[in-house]
């Protein structure tokens, strides 16, 4: 079946610093690929989606290019604030089913 | 943004009794969704539904969980009975269209189930 994979559990950085959060994954069909974003104690919040391949999905100076070769859309953000400290989700779905797939997520910990 | 409402933010529910968590989803929504997230972990699929209908639930949407939204009204998780593992905040999402659209969540209603 589909699934997204995050490689990194946790991400510890100091303000400033370029981020890079890893995701994989692997579709059956042609998916459109997202990235939500968790702050403590809320519910997951839209940050962006891309629908084709080479497409870069932005929000909030953080960015993602669905690449179809490397099945992968890895989030990154050229220099972090503490206030980015959140868990990261990226996510599948594909416009003729119902389903949406969740990666295991990546907890951001940004440090002044 | 568009919001969902979700109500109880957090209950404490005796092990056996019965809890219905409640869900105002965006108006013109048309799916869905309860994800559950047990403290510190990762948020997991719980089952979806449209038009009237589950449409895919997951292997935690035990024989004990049940889904509808009567008329319109709130989109509805009951749990009966409760267990102890049933403890976790819930998520509600809706959406427009189907899985390609993006998912809007509520802020979690909190169970603990003593």
């Known amino acids: 079946g589909d699934s997204v994979t995050q490689t990194e559990g946790q991400v510890a950085l100091s303000e400033e610093d370029f981020l890079t959060i890893h995701c994989n994954y692997s579709?059956?069909?042609?998916?459109?690929l997202f990235w939500y974003v968790q702050y403590p104690g809320e519910g997951p919040q839209f940050l962006f989606r891309?629908?084709?391949?080479?497409e870069k999905g932005s929000s909030r100076g953080f960015e993602a290019t669905y690449n179809k070769e490397t099945t992968s859309f890895h989030l990154q953000k050229a220099s972090v604030q503490e206030s980015d400290s959140a868990v990261y989700y990226c996510?599948?779905?594909?416009?003729?089913?119902?389903?949406?797939?969740f990666g295991t997520g990546t907890r951001l910990q940004v440090s002044p | 943004g568009p919001k969902v409402l979700q109500i109880p933010s957090h209950q404490i529910i005796d092990m056996g009794q019965m809890v219905t968590l409640n869900c105002d989803p965006v108006?013109?929504?048309?799916?869905f969704y309860w994800y559950k997230q047990i403290l510190g972990q990762q948020m997991e699929f719980l089952v979806n539904?449209?038009?009237?209908?589950?449409?895919?639930k997951s292997k935690l949407f035990k024989d004990q969980f049940s889904v509808e939204r009567p008329d319109g009204s709130y989109f509805t998780l009951k749990i009966q009975p409760t267990a102890l593992e049933d403890s976790a905040v819930y998520f509600c999402?809706?959406?427009?269209?189907?899985?390609?659209?993006?998912?809007?969540f509520g802020e979690g209603s909190r169970l603990i189930v003593v």
């Open positions: 891309a629908s084709r391949d080479k």
């Open positions: 999402a809706s959406s427009l269209g189907r899985g390609g659209n993006t998912l809007y």
């Open positions: 539904f449209y038009n009237g209908k589950v449409m895919e």
């Open positions: 996510a599948l779905g594909y416009s003729n089913t119902d389903k949406v797939v």
């Open positions: 108006s013109n929504h048309l799916y």
């Open positions: 579709a059956s069909g042609y998916p459109a």
